[in-house]
């Protein structure tokens, strides 16, 4: 790209970012399938070995990445606004590494109460036994002050948080964070995957996105990617290095593919997604409809102060007559949206959520199971139909 990236918009950046350039040249990025990288002298493999020390880029062996990857990386690094980004072979690999980098024996850690299930197990069944301790704090961050204690190294925050989608000031958190010393703080930014919401210029750390949702965006690739400031930087993609992660380039080749549409999708689907639950916070058998795009919604306020846009995922609660075997049935009798893990593809997906394994300090006001939809690419009409012949099914039950 010859213009740089601060003159673009994202939607260019994901449309011109990565691109081979040359008098002759492919539109796309070759996959440059490789283990091993062969040199024509020593002084050349001694060159690359010092490069490799100062943190450059450029060919070494095929688990320190390839240039398809690099072009990849360089998408992400120019989306999220930061010094350099290191892909992982899935979400949860570059979030857990990204932790690892900040973290030691004997530190303390703060983790937001409304994170992805896996990263609070990941504390609790990993890191807790190698004598990192973690404690929990509230979306509204106002237990986050008193909790900061000498120990504290990282905070981990994922806005908006898993199934409810509670905001978080990060501005306030980042300066709460400050102004007790030499604290990381890191954001699981996989809700808007970059393109929405830029951790970073809010005073982040690091930003990690689970690149298997929109960014990926087909269902088809597992993917993780971190992004980080000048200063965090060396030490993320040196614990990355030890621990041997690496990205095959057929992965990120999919990804780079995938992120060139990236933008049009999640604009469709979020108008999808806001028009279906404006729709569904009529309908009598829904108590509440959680999207912090809805100017209803408590988040909804920091959301269009610090956002760009939305997503496609919503989640309903149901009123409390609508019990666990009731919800099965309506999510089996969907038609157009299947049963599923994960989200951020081009298709709708329903699943019921279990709260309680999920959140602990929170004083819910939740009285009702709770659904988490992902609308797709398909048409928000037949969309409605399928869910209002999903809900006249339970009413009669009701
Ligand atoms: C899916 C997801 C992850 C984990 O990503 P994987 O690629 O599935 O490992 C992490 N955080 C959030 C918020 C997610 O939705």
Known sequence: MKKTHKDLHRATVLTHGGRPEGARVTVNPVVARTSTVVFDSMATLREALAGRARHERGLLYGRKGSSTGDALEDVITALEAGERTRLFSSGLAAMTCAILSVVRTGDHMLVIDSCYEPVRKFCSQYLAGMGVTHEFFKPDLSDLAEKLTPQTRLVWAECPGTALFEMCDLPALVEMARRHGNVTVAVDNTWASGLMYRPLEHGADMSVIAGTKYLVGHSDVMLGAVTTSAAAWPRLEEVADLMGHSVSPDDAYLALRGARTMAVRMERQQESALRLARWLQQHPLIRRVFCPSLPDDPGYAIWSRDFDGGNGLLSIEFIARVDGPMVDRFVESLQLFSIGHSWGGYESLALPMHLPSTRHLQ????????????????????????????????SALV
């Open 363 to 394: 004083g819910l006001d939740i009285g009702g199971n709770i659904v988490r939809l992902h609308v797709g690419l398909e048409d928000p009409q037949d969309l409605m139909l399928d869910i209002e012949a999903a809900l006249s099914s339970l």
